[in-house]
């Protein structure tokens, strides 16, 4: 089992994500399309693999990230966002995609993550 959350204010942008995802060996999906939305979703449910944009309609994937990451622990985690430079808290370990990212892009990060 897989739990993904996808953290992305466009929402095609994100179904697709999810069917990509799913696909490739992803079992469930929460979606939040701002920051508050997204740490009250990893709350409910701790995701396993995080996909997130880096600007968000409020807030930052980023920071999104850095709070789950401080109450939850380390887990992988895929920025998939047009503006790859404002990654700003981003780790090392982050895969950092530049929309728009093929699925074989996508794909292949997601496999990377799995096996982190």
Do not use: W
């Not at 095609?12 to 069917?19: E, F, G, R």
């Not at 469930?28 to 996909?51: G, K, N, S, W």
């Amino acid at each position: 089992m897989c739990h993904v959350l996808i953290i992305e204010d466009e929402a095609l942008i994100a179904l697709d994500l999810q069917d990509i995802l799913g696909a490739t060996g992803a079992t469930t999906f929460a979606f939040a399309e701002t920051q508050q939305e997204a740490i009250a979703a990893a709350r409910l449910q701790r995701p396993d693999v995080i996909t997130s944009d880096v600007m968000l309609r409020e807030g930052t994937g980023p920071q999104a990230v850095a709070t789950i990451q401080y109450e939850m622990g380390a887990m992988p985690v895929i920025f998939i966002t047009a503006t790859p430079g404002a990654c700003r808290p981003c780790l090392a370990e982050d895969q950092i995609l530049a929309k728009p990212a093929s699925d074989a892009q996508v794909r292949a990060a997601f496999h990377v993550a799995r096996n982190h």
